[in-house]
DNA sequence: CAAATTGGTTCAATATTTGAACCTCTATTT
DNA sequence: AAATAGAGGTTCAAATATTGAACCAATTTG
């Protein structure tokens, strides 16, 4: 592994569950050594992408990652365009309304807006979303390009419940009927007793950027509300599509006349 | 310079600006050499930092910024937190209101409200702020320990404008008066025809975390409206400070008894 | 269509990274 | 109050990753 690659490692064992981390923590978890790791993350905190309390010397994500993440909302304002569109479903709906972004294959969850009743399904910010067994992650496969189609079902598929589907051929299915329906549906797939919708959202040329899900318990999810949600969510993230384009295409117009 | 330095280094080469930059660009930019740097990139492309167009073949920002940064967000809500007060800063006082977060020594612009009015100071997200030259370097210089302030005035400092100033024991006064009366104010010191207000926004010992500024043409500040918008922007200060200091108090609570 | 420019690749020479051992400090424990 | 344990942090010879000149392929330009 890069030496750049591993200190970018390092950064990924945040997350909002576990915000702030010990030196030896970090080793321990990375499998670096103490030395090695304090000086990487010596690096990073002279960028600003790491902090150190100066109280309890622990390490924290820093603000650099903001400064950069607002340049590239700037151009790209994926979050920004969806959050109203995000909103509003979890009003109608009063269910979790997830956002994740597409990148490299995989799909990042960037924002998550919970309802305020007891009984909710919670959805964690910075996580990575497994491709098979989420209804972003059918949604997602269901508008690739072939090659990361096939690489997402050709390693050995994790079973994170009982019901999670790990042949290929019938995750295949669940595709086929997403992209006829413009939505893809998770029966307990990730998580026991939560039912999820989700729909791609497309780039200019077609291909997912990203999807928007709605997860609700089991308990509150008749066919016909799981259907309703699946209509919501897919005019939402067409919405969102139709949006962004027209936003980037007037950026670059306004760029090109100053 | 370690080899994550150079990594990151790269990333700071792109802006709202230039978002968009090739190969042979950054190459140049930075200094590194042509394989250096690519081999650079692609660590990064793995960890989308930084994403390639398919088309262009040029390099952008990464979804993995946007990750991390949701994460330190979710912790600590700086920009969510400040939203509400940029906006009604900018409502009423219809000029540019302009957020920055401190780190290392350093402060990042962060956010930025435009009004929409035609002659209006331009501020872009992302930038790195000058602390003699600017009201929010000096509000900020106002209220840090004092290694730092040292530091901030020991170098050589810049003039970007005509009336910038550049005398350590002047600064010092601005800083004094900033300090007493709770903002600072900056009559053209960073941009020909701008007059800006600022106060500090500050953490929970005491020191500042971040600025707050409203930015105007020259020809729309009167002394007394001068007054009037730094009453206000160390007023919003204030209240950023009180809100977010109690909500991270409140998360806490709500963690450890969660 | 030839010259110039861009993205990308290779591998011996070179510079950086590594990690066991060590130090210091703080907080328990005895 | 001395001893122990665990934290963060540091050092430097040995191990390893990084570097860059030269190269190729593909567009773009004159």
Do not use: C
């Not at 970018?8 to 090695?36: H, N, Q």
């Not at 390693?155 to 042949?167: A, M, N």
């Amino acid at each position: 592994m890069s030496t750049v690659g591993k200190a970018v490692s390092l950064l990924d064992l945040f997350s909002v569950d576990e915000p702030e981390l010990g030196l030896t923590e970090i080793a321990r978890r990375s499998g670096f050594d103490k030395a090695t790791t304090r000086r990487l993350l010596v690096s990073l905190t002279q960028h600003s992408f790491i902090e150190q309390d100066t109280g309890t010397r622990h390490y924290r994500l820093g603000a650099g990652l903001t400064r950069l993440a607002r340049i590239r909302e700037a151009r790209f304002p994926f979050l920004q365009t969806s959050l109203p569109f995000i909103r509003e479903l979890a009003r109608e709906t009063g269910e979790t309304v997830h956002l994740t972004e597409a990148s490299n294959g995989s799909l990042l969850s960037v924002h998550v807006e919970h309802p305020s009743r007891a009984n909710r399904v919670n959805v964690n910010v910075g996580e990575y979303l497994p491709l098979h067994s989420t209804a972003s992650g059918v949604a997602y496969l269901a508008h690739v390009r072939e090659p990361v189609l096939n690489s997402a079902l050709a390693g050995p598929l994790e079973p994170f419940t009982s019901r999670t589907i790990t042949d290929p051929a019938a995750i295949m299915d669940s595709i086929e009927i997403a992209r006829k329906r413009g939505y893809s549906m998770s029966d307990q797939g990730y998580e026991e007793g939560v039912f999820s919708v989700a729909a791609a959202i497309l780039g200019a040329d077609g291909y997912a950027i990203g999807t928007l899900a709605i997860a609700a318990p089991l308990v509150r999810t008749s066919r016909s509300a799981a259907t309703e949600r699946g209509k919501a969510v897919a005019a939402a993230a067409r919405g969102i599509s139709e949006q962004l384009f027209g936003e980037v295409f007037n950026a670059l117009k306004g760029r090109a006349l100053a």
